[in-house]
Each structure stands twice: as structure tokens, then as C-alpha cells.
């Protein structure tokens, strides 16, 4: 693969199809409890094996694209399953065996931009059309516009380390899931990214929300703009 180095003389590899990836369009990148990376491509998952990458097969349907699903997330829970967020809906290993869960909305769009498996092991899938589900053993709670939320498109969903679930909705800003209650964050709270497409919790607990707006800090009930030369603290 090709290298290269910042000033400091780290390096920084470029991997491509060239090392395996099945495609070099690249959307989720996620490390196991074992350690090991993968990758979720426009044309399906890809495991690293510390030199290159190998296509992961989610074939379960003879109709499928032999190329794989366009996966945009990952995630794991508790036993080690793996969930992979896709165009199709939900792909699960379980003993080794893929099902495939299709999306929980009656739009008949069955992409999941994001799925997550929190502290709890609930699982959360997002939707471009039918809101945010939550299953929690056997039961299932939707959030869904008009009503709940604004917009029933959910780019991304979060848990940070207090156990509270972030998530986007389009328009809409963000909202934070605390036992039942909702509580949302938009251009009222100084939060100027109307799509939000990223959540991060930093070391120091601070958390950013970044979109095509722009770059925000959660600091305290309000959010802070952050712009190239900061304010980063």
C-alpha cells in the first residue's frame, strides 16, 4: 500500500482495492472487542488482517448482488455478534450464520445508515424515512415524526458514557434519549448544524457534533461553534 509521513514522521498508509477492499468507497471503520478492524464498503464488509483486507460475504438472498450490500455501519454486542447497517437493512452473524433483518418502517426504504448495540444491549436502528427504533428484549420503541422527533430522517445514533442516546434528525438538530424523555438540542441552544452527521465523546468527556454546518461542543446546556482556530477547550 502506498505510505506517506506528516512533519512529525508519522506514517500514514493508503489502502485501496489493491489490498483487498471491496470497494474504495469506504463509509464505517470499527474495531471488535478482539481487536480486529473492519470495514464497511459501497460493496459490502471487509475484515483487516494486519497486511490487507478480505471481503466478508453477506450474501443471504440468491438475488443478491454478489458484490455485497452498501454497508454504512458496524457495531457488536455483548457476545461478539456482529451488526452491519446496510442499504438492505440489518445484517446479523449469529454462530457464524447471516440473517438479515430488514428495516423496521412501513416506507418500504430498508436503509439503515446506523445501527447500535448500547450498554444495554438494545439495539438502535436508524432510518432515512421511518424515524429511530429501539428493540429491547422482544419489545420495540419507535421515535418517529410528526410526534416524537422532527424529521424522520436519522443519519447517526450515539451512547456516551453516561448511558444517554444521541441522535440526529434532519432539520432538526440533535436529541438526547434519557429513560422516556427526549430533550432536544437545535439553533435555540446555539447549535447551527440543522444535519447532524457525526457525534463524538472526547477522553476529557466533552461532546462534538459535527455536520454540514460546521463543528459544535456540547457546554452545558448550550453549544459552542468551533471553528479552525478554535475555541477547543
Known amino acids: 500500500p502506498a505510505a506517506s509521513a506528516d512533519s512529525s514522521g508519522?506514517?500514514?498508509v493508503n489502502y485501496t482495492t489493491k489490498q483487498g477492499l471491496s470497494s474504495d468507497g469506504v463509509w464505517a471503520i470499527f474495531e471488535t472487542?478482539?481487536?480486529?478492524?473492519w470495514a464497511g464498503t459501497a460493496a459490502g464488509p471487509c475484515r483487516f488482517d494486519g497486511q490487507g483486507f478480505t471481503p466478508f460475504a453477506l450474501k443471504v438472498e440468491a438475488d443478491m448482488d454478489k458484490a455485497g450490500p452498501w454497508v454504512l455501519s458496524i457495531t457488536q454486542d455483548r457476545k461478539g455478534e456482529l451488526y452491519f447497517g446496510t442499504e438492505m437493512g440489518v445484517f446479523k452473524t449469529e454462530g457464524g450464520i447471516i440473517q438479515r433483518i430488514p428495516a423496521p418502517n412501513s416506507s418500504g426504504d430498508d436503509m439503515v445508515p446506523c445501527v447500535l448495540v448500547d450498554s444495554k444491549d438494545r439495539v438502535w436502528c436508524s432510518s432515512m424515512t421511518g424515524g429511530l427504533t429501539c428493540y429491547e428484549q422482544g419489545t420495540v420503541k419507535r421515535f418517529t415524526a410528526p410526534g416524537d422527533i422532527g424529521d424522520n430522517e436519522v443519519w447517526t445514533v450515539f451512547e456516551d458514557r453516561q448511558g444517554h442516546i444521541w441522535f440526529c434528525s434532519e432539520g432538526f438538530g440533535v436529541y438526547r434519549a434519557d429513560g422516556g424523555t427526549l430533550r432536544n438540542y437545535s439553533t435555540a441552544q446555539g447549535l447551527g448544524v440543522a444535519a447532524v452527521q457525526s457525534?463524538?465523546?472526547?477522553q476529557a468527556g466533552t461532546l462534538w457534533f459535527g455536520g454540514g454546518g460546521g463543528l459544535y461542543r456540547l457546554q452545558g446546556d448550550t453549544m459552542?461553534?468551533?471553528r479552525r482556530n478554535g475555541p477547543w477547550r
Open 10 to 12: 508519522r506514517a500514514f
Open 33 to 37: 472487542q478482539d481487536g480486529t478492524i
Open 199 to 202: 457525534i463524538h465523546q472526547d
Open 224 to 226: 459552542a461553534e468551533v
